[in-house]
């Protein structure tokens, strides 16, 4: 103990426990913020049952078929059954446990949420900083296409995306995800606009950097709360327009458990069999719910000017 | 600020050729031979050919473009693979009921969202308040195609009070409306309280306070004014988003209006119409945009300065 006192010269102890502190601060304020970390709980819910969708559902040993996933796993003489002890969210028009498919649909939507923002939250970040930067011809050329995007409804965007490339997952989260470029694009722009005009950057250009070390090394960091903010509310964005695709049957294809293509399948047997639609359902309202307030607790505790 | 209004027009130019290249380009990758589409699969290769070339699909893209672009301006969005009926008389014969839709939903949404966002900020961190702000997280969260179908379960089919489809009595129209508008009213609320809040922390409002002045005149009057200035501008985007949003609530009441019609040729691929409608809405929804900023510039002269 003594002796690593020692060792450490003070200035690395300062600096150690300052880069600590800092995080720690942040930390401290998410802790009291009650709605971000109800967020936090429900989002770390959903990465849980993602990861060990495998273990809480495994897989099934059918007689003729061998090794069976749990979520295609049909028991034919238990179909539309309300739930149980054996089946918690009850079966569905094959038989297959609602449960177990809504737990595998979670690596889906987790999936979908993380592609969709990584594509729109790169192409954006990139669109926002070089417009945001160089201002003049490049502002307005990228401003006047995020303009042209933006006039078209996200859903109607998607919906005409899909169309022209065929439904599937890998088509669904393009469409998303180009839809969802401009929010990203916008939000960027402004706060590359601020960042640009203060000193340091005057400082980096004095010492000789070059344009992309200024905008990737120095302004970006300084942009990223509202970019992470952005993110996290931009993924419930995401997690909801996929689902709303599959729902009207231009997502992902049927025996996959796909919370939106669940619902639409389960919609035909609404009278006389109500698990079907109400768990899927209720499985995308909670975690939209959970990455919203999570947003709304992370943007009280990065970066409160963002505070509507 | 006629000249505004000019002014306004002239801009929405480009952005809407850029909106109908956009939507050509997605007619122009989608699979399949419009040629084949109409005349169905069997047909003689020569009437083909023969189609193909009054149809100008033989012509280079950008002579295509043009065409639709003159065809466009001109009311003609081509035939509907499926009725051989054109495009826009399809939409035309449907949109209607959507309108009133949207505009149904968008009133809800104001006659719900404005009085209680009001009353949130003035009894700010009270229990109302935070539930008020927590019911409002929960309705932007909730799925409105879920929503849909959730008060079907409840109202048509166990209590039997509405009709789980259609539109042919008055009662009919509550249950899509609900599920349209409830979504906007959550968003609505939230703009609201945050706008009043800050306006009621402005000199003015503590002027009038201290004069004696009575709150409800205050609140009511005074700042009310002045906060809705942001309200319109979320109304009226939230009104086109209540355009692309009807897509899914017709579909799930069968409403006969455009957004069911569009979904419904997901199915039968019918192209023609899912692009013309995306193409139509995203007009209109363009023009609603433009009637708001006017309104804005309206009721908030400091807008119609900066125009002249």
Redesign the interface.
């Known amino acids: 103990m003594i002796l690593r006192n020692i060792d450490n010269t003070p200035s690395e102890q300062v600096k150690e426990k300052k880069k600590r502190s800092q995080l720690h601060d942040m930390w401290r304020r998410f802790r009291r913020n009650p709605?971000g970390m109800v967020g936090l709980f429900i989002v770390l819910v959903l990465i849980f049952s993602a990861i060990f969708a495998d273990v809480i559902a495994p897989a099934v040993y059918d007689p003729i078929l061998g090794e069976v996933p749990a979520y295609e796993f049909q028991d034919l003489g238990n179909r539309n059954t309300f739930p149980s002890r054996e089946h918690p969210f009850g079966t569905d028009n094959f038989g297959r446990c609602i449960f177990n498919r809504v737990v595998h649909g979670s690596r889906i939507s987790l999936l979908v949420g993380f592609v969709v923002v990584g594509i729109s939250m790169v192409v954006g970040v990139i669109l926002g900083t070089v417009a945001g930067y160089y201002g003049k011809a490049s502002d307005s050329i990228i401003m006047?296409?995020i303009?042209?995007?933006m006039?078209?409804?996200?859903?109607?965007?998607a919906?005409?995306?899909v169309?022209?490339?065929?439904a599937g997952l890998v088509n669904l989260m393009i469409a998303v995800g180009i839809g969802s470029i401009p929010l990203f694009a916008r939000q960027v722009r402004s706060s590359v606009l601020s960042v640009r005009e203060q000193e340091f950057i005057e400082a980096a250009r004095a010492i000789g950097a070059k344009d992309l070390r200024i905008m990737f090394l120095h302004i970006l960091p300084n942009c990223m709360a509202p970019i992470i903010v952005r993110a996290t509310m931009g993924m419930?964005v995401a997690i909801?327009s996929a689902?709303?695709l599959s729902?009207?049957?231009?997502g992902v294809e049927p025996p996959t458990p796909e919370w939106?293509a669940m619902?639409s399948e389960g919609?035909r047997f609404?009278?006389d069999h109500?698990p079907s639609?109400?768990f899927p359902?209720?499985a995308?309202?909670l975690v939209?719910?959970g990455l919203?307030?999570l947003g709304?607790g992370l943007r009280d505790v990065l970066d409160p000017r963002l505070?509507? | 600020m006629y000249k505004y209004i000019l002014k306004r027009l002239l801009m929405m130019i480009?952005?809407?050729l850029?909106?109908s290249?956009?939507?050509f380009f997605?007619?122009y990758?989608?699979?399949g031979d419009p040629a084949i589409m109409t005349l169905g699969e069997g047909a003689p290769p020569e009437a083909i050919e023969a189609l193909r070339e009054e149809m100008g699909l033989n012509d280079p893209f950008l002579v295509r473009y043009v065409t639709y672009v003159v065809n466009m301006v001109q009311g003609d969005l081509g035939n509907s693979f499926m009725t051989r009926r054109g495009v826009v008389d399809e939409i035309m014969d449907r949109f209607p009921t959507t309108l009133m839709l949207a505009f149904y939903g968008t009133v809800l949404s104001v006659l719900i969202g404005i009085p209680l966002g009001i009353i949130s900020a003035t009894k700010q961190y009270s229990i109302f308040d935070n539930a008020a702000t927590a019911a409002g997280?929960?309705g932007?969260?909730?799925?409105n195609?879920?929503l849909g179908?959730?008060l079907?379960?409840l109202f048509s089919?166990n209590l039997g009070w509405l009709p789980p489809s259609g539109i042919a009595t008055p009662s009919a129209w509550i249950l899509p409306v609900i599920t349209l508008g409830t979504g906007s009213a959550a968003m609505v609320m939230?703009?609201t309280r945050?706008s009043m809040l800050e306006v009621i922390r402005q000199d003015y409002i503590r002027t009038a306070r201290a004069k004696g002045q009575k709150e409800s005149v205050i609140i009511w009057k005074h700042a009310l004014r002045n906060a809705l200035i942001p309200v319109v501008t979320a109304v009226g985007l939230d009104f086109?988003?209540l355009?692309?949003?009807a897509?899914?609530t017709e579909?799930?009441y069968a409403v006969p209006g455009l957004g069911r019609f569009?979904?419904d040729s997901?199915?039968t691929r019918d192209?023609p119409i899912?692009?013309g409608g995306?193409l139509f809405?995203?007009i209109v929804?363009?023009l609603v945009?433009l009637l708001v900023d006017i309104l804005y510039a309206y009721i908030d002269p400091r807008i119609k300065s900066q125009y002249k």
């Open positions: 709605v006047r296409f303009d042209i995007m006039a078209i409804p996200n859903i109607l965007l919906i005409s995306i169309a022209a490339l065929g419930a909801l689902a709303a729902f009207i049957g231009l939106g619902l919609r609404i009278r109500w639609t109400v359902g209720l995308i309202a939209v719910f919203n307030m709304d505070k509507q | 480009p952005i809407i850029g909106v290249f956009v939507i997605m007619t990758i989608t699979p997280l929960l932007v969260s909730i799925p195609f879920w179908l959730m079907i379960i089919i939230r703009i945050s086109g988003f355009l692309g949003g897509v899914l579909s799930i569009m979904v997901i199915r192209f899912i692009q995306v809405l995203a929804f363009s945009n």
